[in-house]
C-alpha cells in the first residue's frame, strides 16, 4: 500500500503531575525534513524523538511539537534569552545585508518568528522536578510516541488508498486514450502511405542528376517523423510499470514522478508527430490526465 506525504495526529498524555499534548503534522515535500518543537528543559529529549521519527517517514516535511506543563503549581514564565536573542538579530541583520548586495529583497523579519527560533526564549524548568523526574519523564514521552505515531501513519496510509483509487483510475484513462491513439495511428497507415508515395513522385520528378541514396534517406527520415509506434509502446510500458509500483506500494513516490515526465514526454512526441486532427486530440487529452495524475503523484511517499 502506498502512504501519502500528508498527515496529521493528536494525542494527550499525563505522568504524576505532569501533563502533555502532541502535535504531529507533516505535508509533502522533495524529502525527510524533520521539526522537532519539544522542551528544552528535559535533557535528551529531542535525541531521543528522533530516531523513531525518521524511521517512520522516509519523505515529507514533518513537524512533531509538544507541550508539557506541571498541574500542581506555577512553572514559571518564559523569558526572553538576551545572548541569544542578539545572536539570532546579528544573524538575521547579515543575511539581510548580504541579500541587500546581491539584489535580492527579502521578506521582513516578523518578531513572533524571531521569537519561535530555539533558544530565543527560555523555558523554565518546572519547580520541584529532579534529574531522576525529568529522566522518568522522558521514558514516559518516549514510549508515548509510538502510539501518536501509529495514528499518524493509519491516516496517511487511509489517504494513500484514496490516492492509489485515484492515481489507478487515471492510468485506466491514460490506457484508454492509448488504445484509441493506437486504432487512429493504425487508420491513417493509408492515407500517410498514400501521402509518402505523392512525397516520392514529386521528388523524383524534380530529382534529375539527385544522389539516389540521399532521396532514399530523406524519405526514410519522413517515414520516421510520422510514425508513433514506438511512443505508442512506451506510453503501454509506462502504465504497466506505474500500475506495478502501486502494486508493490512503499516510497514509491519517486519512482511515479520520474514515470510521468516519461509519460509526458511520450505524450508530446504523439502530439508533434500525429499529423491528424484526431490523433493530436488524443494527444492533447493525455496530456490533460497525464498533469492530473503528477499533481497526484506528488503527494505520494
Known amino acids: 500500500m502506498i502512504r501519502s506525504m500528508t498527515g496529521f495526529a493528536t494525542a494527550k498524555g499525563a505522568m504524576g503531575p505532569h501533563e502533555w499534548a502532541w502535535d504531529l503534522r507533516a505535508v509533502n515535500g522533495r524529502g525527510a525534513d524533520l521539526r522537532l518543537r519539544v522542551p528544552d528543559w528535559i535533557a535528551g529529549l ?3 524523538l528522533r530516531p523513531p521519527l525518521a524511521r517512520a517517514v522516509a519523505r515529507g516535511n514533518v513537524t512533531l511539537s509538544l507541550r508539557v506543563t506541571r498541574h500542581d503549581g506555577p512553572a514559571g514564565l518564559p523569558g526572553l534569552n538576551d545572548a541569544a536573542l542578539g545572536a539570532a538579530l546579528a544573524a538575521i541583520a547579515e543575511v539581510e545585508a548580504r541579500a541587500l548586495r546581491q539584489g535580492i529583497a527579502l521578506a521582513p523579519s516578523a518578531a513572533v518568528d524571531v521569537i519561535a527560533l530555539r533558544g530565543v526564549m527560555d523555558m523554565p524548568q518546572p519547580a520541584g522536578d529532579t534529574d531522576a523526574d525529568t529522566a522518568a519523564l522522558m521514558k514516559a514521552l518516549v514510549a508515548d510516541l509510538e502510539p501518536l505515531l501509529a495514528a499518524f501513519q493509519r491516516m496517511r496510509a487511509e489517504e494513500g488508498a484514496a490516492l492509489a483509487a485515484v492515481l489507478a483510475a487515471q492510468l485506466e484513462q491514460i490506457s484508454g486514450l492509448t488504445d484509441e491513439a493506437a486504432a487512429l495511428a493504425e487508420a491513417r497507415k493509408d492515407d500517410m502511405a498514400a501521402q509518402l508515395r505523392a512525397n516520392l513522385a514529386r521528388v523524383l520528378d524534380n530529382a534529375e542528376g539527385a544522389d539516389p541514396q540521399r532521396i ?5 527520415m519522413i517515414a520516421v517523423k510520422t510514425d508513433v509506434t514506438e511512443e505508442i509502446d512506451r506510453l503501454r510500458a509506462h502504465v ?14 519517486r519512482k511515479l514522478d520520474f514515470l510521468m515526465q516519461e509519460f509526458n514526454r511520450e505524450a508530446n512526441t504523439l502530439c508533434s508527430k500525429s499529423q491528424s486532427p484526431a490523433l493530436t486530440t488524443v494527444g492533447l487529452a493525455l496530456k490533460a490526465v497525464i498533469d492530473q495524475m503528477r499533481e497526484q503523484v506528488q503527494n505520494v511517499e
Not at 240 to 252: F, S, W
Request: charged share 20%; no cysteine; proline share 0%.
Open 240 to 253: 504497466g510499470a506505474a500500475r506495478d509500483l502501486l502494486a508493490a506500494g512503499g516510497t514509491v513516490g
Open 46 to 48: 529531542e535525541q531521543a
Open 216 to 220: 532514399a534517406q530523406e524519405l526514410a
